[in-house]
């Protein structure tokens, strides 16, 4: 059955964008990640136009954080403190990064900007990620115990001025760091289309030492809220955000999540952390192998205005 | 753009001097209205037509040959090339098409450059090779030669959505005087007006002329969502900030285990 969405003015298939839905929706629930990293490049696949494709994902990531986030809420996991902190810094990350994706377009530079954003980010987090789940695969398989977080080890970070206490998770650190991170998820968020799930989980896990009790929901109030902004904003300056889509996306991808999340708690940590990066990584080289291998059409289009 | 509308009006005179009243056509359009609903895949329009004699003793020159000119709304593209920089393929240079049709179907019942010599054609902007496709090249605006690679991409470009078109099987004679001409409309056609251009030839000579249009339109809630997003940007982004909000909320209540 196929559907006209009126912003990116084509037609789709409703059950190819629902089934997306499901399918991303499902590994987001199982990693506790948005998705958008998957969705943004799915969605450019099906014809859409890059700009729209990320102007509307991140309703639907904001959608499916919502749920992850309520969920949490109820199980006390998740530090408001730590997270209206993070936003703070957040919400400018996320406008700066609408007003550069604005700016970009105009240059005719945006698809470029996305591509190569795409594949620095995502090999190396997904290497990264590779590399320590295989390490800690080994170690485990060898008899040895996995290395503990050592809750008094301190890193330079540490000792920054602007010290702050977060009775949730436990931590005293400065505010410099938090502000930091959450501006490079709300840019990167807002340029890429990505909720920054997956980045933002080891930056709190390895910068701020924030426990994994708290670390996902957490980093699901912070996704939830720049991207609901992301939307309004993407909405307002550049009038790319496809509600239709959104919406066609959304459902499929609250119901996915939900069975996504029973397989995810059946899993061993490390093993799910190998193939979150094993799937990060590909993504990435798929990105990598578009900028390098000669394109079909070295001609593209481009609608300035009407008239 | 000034230079642009007295060419303009210079081919007009010289369209409306040329053709000797001899014949006559009566074209009728199957639908005026395209209706583009959230179910629309692309439709297809008949345009009916006789040649009539004028004055009605005036005697008939068969054979005849007809070409079917359809333009959509006027769109301002852009045409980005690709090139290597730095082992990556990045776009280094553009071309601005200056209020060119959005759509644009040229169908006849041959191939158009048997139809007329090549000077008639061009004088005539008939067939995709001799529409005028303006760019803009620095502060000036015209048409460049057919072989500009920019011209000749975003032709190929707009023919690969289905959007430019040439058809020299699109127009069948029914009889000698009667024809039937299928205007096909693809499931991504821009809406806004459409202008039909229909002329009629013998032994290469332009003698008749009409013209009709058409309306594509969207309707009903893709017009409502489409509107609201351009007029309205910051509640129809909040409005689907709280869809998202509402639809989460839903999912968590509906799933929930605990």
Redesign the interface.
Known sequence: MQIYLPIADLPVNIFLVLGMGLAVGYISGMFGIGGGFLMTPLLIFVGISPAVAVATVSSHIAASSFTGALSYWRKRALDIALALMLLSSGIVGTATGVWLFTELRALDQLDLMIGVSYVTLLTIVGAMMIYESVRAILRTRHGMPATLRRPGSHTWLHGLPFKLRFKRSKIYVSAIPVWAIGFVIGFVGAIMGIGGGFLLVPMLIYFLRVPTATVIGTSMVLTLVTMASATVMHAATNHLVDAVLALILMVGGVIGAQFGARTGQKMRGERLRLLLGLLVFAVGCRFAYELVVKPDDLYSLRYVRSG | MRRFAIMFAFVTALCGAGPAAAERLVVSLSNHRVA??????GEELVLFGTIEPDPVTSPLRPPYDLVVTVTG????????????VL?????VD?R?FV?VP?YLAVLSNRSVNTIANPDTLRRLQIGLDNFLLPQRIGSDVADTVRDDP?RR??V???TQQGLYRESSTAVTFLTPTVFRAAIPMP??V?T?SYGIEVELFTGGNLVARTNSALDVI?TG???Y??DA??DY??L??????L???L??????VI??R?
Request: net charge positive; no cysteine; hydrophobic share 45%.
């Open positions: 583009v609903t959230s179910s629309f895949v709304p006027r769109q301002t593209l852009r045409t980005r090339r690709k090139q290597r082992g990556i393929w990045v776009n553009s601005e209020r959005a920019f991409s975003f190929r470009l707009q499931a991504a821009p806004g969207k809630f893709e017009q969502v489409a997003a351009r940007g910051l129809y982004g909040m409005a689907t900030a869809m998202a909000l639809i989460g909320w839903f999912a968590s799933f929930a605990d």
